[in-house]
Nanobody, 120 residues
């Protein structure tokens, strides 16, 4: 079992910043990719950003230049720095990680989600 716990969501005004964190714990041998997804009301979940074990990154076009994903492999933690936030960034943000457990099983785990509201 691998658990992901997110933190850092909240209410912010347009143009403001937030930093999300997601820590993975459990029987982890190796984490491959870690990423952030979001789901706005009435919409499907979408990829925001993903980072590989080698720190290669990929972003949704809508957040390029405003969001930065990073990770600390020693802490099994991924971060999402969100700047210049817009009302359309309002969503529940979910952390995802995949890799190998200490018993050599593949895992693909999700966090419980953290709400981000961008509003004046």
């Amino acid at each position: 079992q691998v658990q992901l716990v997110e933190s850092g969501g909240g209410l912010v005004q347009p143009g403001g910043s937030l930093r999300l964190s997601c820590a993975a714990s459990g029987s982890i041998f190796r984490i491959n990719a870690m990423g952030w997804y979001r789901q706005a009301p009435g919409k499907e979940r979408e990829l925001v950003a993903v980072i590989s074990s080698g720190a290669s990154t990929n972003y949704a076009d809508s957040v390029k230049g405003r969001f930065t994903i990073s990770r600390n492999n020693a802490k099994n933690t991924v971060y999402l720095q969100m700047n210049s936030l817009k009302p359309e960034d309002t969503a529940v943000y979910y952390c995802n990680a995949n890799g190998l457990t200490s018993r050599w099983y593949d895992f693909d785990s999700w966090g419980q989600g953290t709400q981000v509201v961008v509003s004046s």
